[in-house]
């Protein structure tokens, strides 16, 4: 059944059955930073928060589970999901291979005008720095088609996935730097060879790209640790 759409086209909460608006809720607020690392999620106060039983937002729950976005504890209740800085180092080299194959099959079979596209999508999001809401949501939908244009389903479904773990941990460490381009690795560099249909250097430097700013941002949040910031801007 598909989902129901609003006036404006979108899906809203208040369009959804029960236990996918809590879902829609609770991943939104999770992955805008919004629902911080390691906060306790209470399902009898969600369920106040959305006017609905505490049924459906267990349910939510468990499924965010299943996406790595919460962890269940026995007897000790649910929390925003605290990777440890080898989980988060593990998540974007396998991030980094996986996109870096995408990007050498598109180096091979994506047309001059969707690289065209892909460099626009570049361009427009070098635009929005000062604007990091609208920077992440751009960044997310430049790699997304990146990876689609590699005509791989299953591989883009992984990829998904994987970059929604980190998320909130590039939404944390781009909150406090005034630039998240890392110099040196940034999107436009992908441009030349998917132009010359390079598929190893298109791997290479996406792959590059996507670990360096892993690194970055594992950096980033053991110095705040070291500091005792843990949990405040990095």
């Known amino acids: 059944m598909a989902a129901p759409i609003s006036r404006n086209g979108l899906i809203s909460q208040e369009d959804l059955p029960p236990r996918a608006a809590a879902h829609m809720y609770l991943r939104n607020g999770i992955l805008s930073g919004v629902i911080p690392v390691g906060a306790r999620l209470r399902s009898e106060e969600i369920a106040q928060q959305l006017n609905m039983s505490r049924m459906p937002v267990r349910d939510a729950l468990r499924q965010l589970e299943s996406e790595g ?5 026995p007897n000790r ?3 925003v999901t605290n990777l ?23 180096a091979q079979r994506a047309t001059q005008e969707e690289i065209d596209e892909l460099e626009r999508r570049i361009l427009d999001l070098e635009k929005m720095k000062s604007d990091l ?5 751009w960044h997310d939908a430049l790699h997304d088609r990146l990876c689609q244009l590699s ?17 909130p941990y590039i939404m944390l460490y781009s909150s406090g730097h005034d630039d998240p381009e890392l110099v040196g690795y940034e999107h436009r560099l992908f441009i030349k060879p998917l132009r010359e249909r390079d598929a190893e250097s298109a791997r290479s430097r996406v792959e590059a790209h996507i670990v360096a700013n892993g690194r970055s941002i594992i950096a980033a949040i053991a110095q705040a640790q070291i500091s005792g910031q843990s949990g405040q801007k990095l």
């Open 133 to 137: 809401p609208k920077w992440l949501e």
């Open 84 to 106: 440890s800085l080898t989980d988060i180092e593990e998540l974007f080299e396998i991030r980094g291979a996986l996109e870096g194959l995408a990007a050498s099959i598109t």
């Open 69 to 73: 976005l919460v962890t269940i504890r």
């Open 151 to 167: 005509g791989r389903r299953e591989l883009n479904e992984q990829i998904q996935k994987i970059r929604q773990r980190v998320r």
């Open 77 to 79: 209740g649910a929390i």
